[in-house]
């Protein structure tokens, strides 16, 4: 959007500054009004490099998008904001190094919300569009999570109690779009899960096409990697997850008996729903069936067999916090992020 000469004429403002962490877009103060919140913006970022980098155009590329959403819908929350707006960059200015950086500190810390924030050029949470386009895109990449802004545009209330009221927010507007799909936001958030477990070097050519690239800094951290043989086991993660986020374990099925199953029950903090899968990895590292149980609202414990194991490498737990099982009150990125702690319980069945 035209800013109306702030900065000296019409077009967007960079503003390069010795010193600063991040590319960072930021709303003018002369707001434009109209049917819905929008406004134009300005980037802060810090000065170039003298030797020329693909990330300092990639990181320029995202904080153009930034402002062309912001020119959307200026209440939307800052992480969904970076998010797609870090995706819309890798289009626009592909650059691996930049898209290395992101990805691998996404990765490696799966229990962080998709709208967590850091000091970084790009957001990894751009996976999430991308998982969106893969399955359910029909036009053009970054079409899906575009249209969502636009359908989540709104003219804040007089009795807003924030300048720019978020409602509905891009994830409120995903959680109808997905009830037309025939499908929940918590199934797609669980499916998104699984697909981070197959990324980069892990991955299969299906979960999330075209990671490949990306190499080992594409493969999340799993809580745990135990063999089969050592079961029972109870297992916890290191650190509690977020709503939206995930974590995963590994359970090792080499030298596992004909005929083997898997019993695991989950528990974990009440007033929360969590969603497990078991997937069935084959020996090439391809996924060969899953165990997904229904979400339970109103309850913390969950109790599911996974059988057929023969000739399976291993498999992979992943669990996902959807957020609040207040139906009436579903996770909203914009409310403080609490995380929770959770245990699995691994049993051989035979030996109960």
């Known amino acids: 959007m035209p800013d109306h000469g702030l900065g000296g004429t019409d077009g967007y403002d960079l503003y390069l500054v010795p010193g600063a962490m991040a590319a960072e877009s930021v709303p003018d103060p002369a707001l434009a009004f109209g049917a819905t919140d929008r406004t134009s913006a300005f980037g802060v970022l810090p000065p ?5 980098s693909c990330s300092y155009a990639t990181a320029v590329a995202r904080l153009i998008a930034d402002a062309m959403l912001q020119g959307i819908d200026a209440g939307a929350n800052r992480g969904t904001l970076e998010m797609q707006s870090s995706y819309l960059a890798t289009l626009a200015s592909p650059c691996l190094a930049a898209e290395l950086d992101a990805v691998q500190w996404t990765q490696r810390f799966p229990e962080w919300p998709l ?6 050029l790009l957001s990894g949470a751009l996976l999430f569009p991308w998982y969106l386009d893969a399955n359910y895109g029909v036009a053009e990449p970054g ?6 802004f636009c359908l989540g545009a709104q003219q804040s209330p007089a009795s807003s109690t924030v300048f720019f009221a978020d409602k509905p927010n891009v994830l409120e507007v995903l959680r109808h779009a997905a009830a037309r799909q025939g499908t929940t936001l918590d199934d797609m958030l669980l499916d998104f899960g699984i697909a981070r477990a ?4 892990r991955s299969d050519g299906v979960h999330l096409p075209e990671t490949e690239p990306y190499g080992d800094f594409a493969r999340p951290r799993f809580e745990w990697a ?4 050592s079961l029972p086991r109870r297992l916890a993660p290191l ?6 986020g995930a974590t995963y374990l590994w359970v090792d099925l080499a030298g596992a008996p004909a005929g083997s199953q898997l019993l695991l029950q989950a528990d974990w903090e009440p007033a929360l729903v969590f969603r497990w899968a078991a997937v069935k990895v084959d020996a090439k590292g391809q996924e060969a069936g899953r165990v997904v149980p229904p979400g339970i609202y109103g309850n913390n414990s969950l109790q599911f067999t996974v059988a057929d194991l023969d000739g399976l490498a291993g498999i992979v737990v992943v669990g996902t916090n959807i957020g609040s099982d ?3 009150h579903p996770y909203d990125p914009n409310d403080p992020a609490v995380p929770a702690e959770y245990t699995v319980m691994l049993y051989n069945p035979a030996t109960l």
């Open 226 to 229: 135990v063999p089969y043989a």
């Open 239 to 244: 650190r509690p997850i977020y709503p939206t």
């Open 48 to 52: 170039p490099e003298p030797r020329p």
């Open 198 to 201: 197959f990324l980069g070097s």
């Open 326 to 328: 207040d139906r009436s």
């Open 115 to 120: 709208g967590a924030r850091r000091q970084r």
């Open 143 to 148: 079409s899906i999570m575009t249209a969502l």
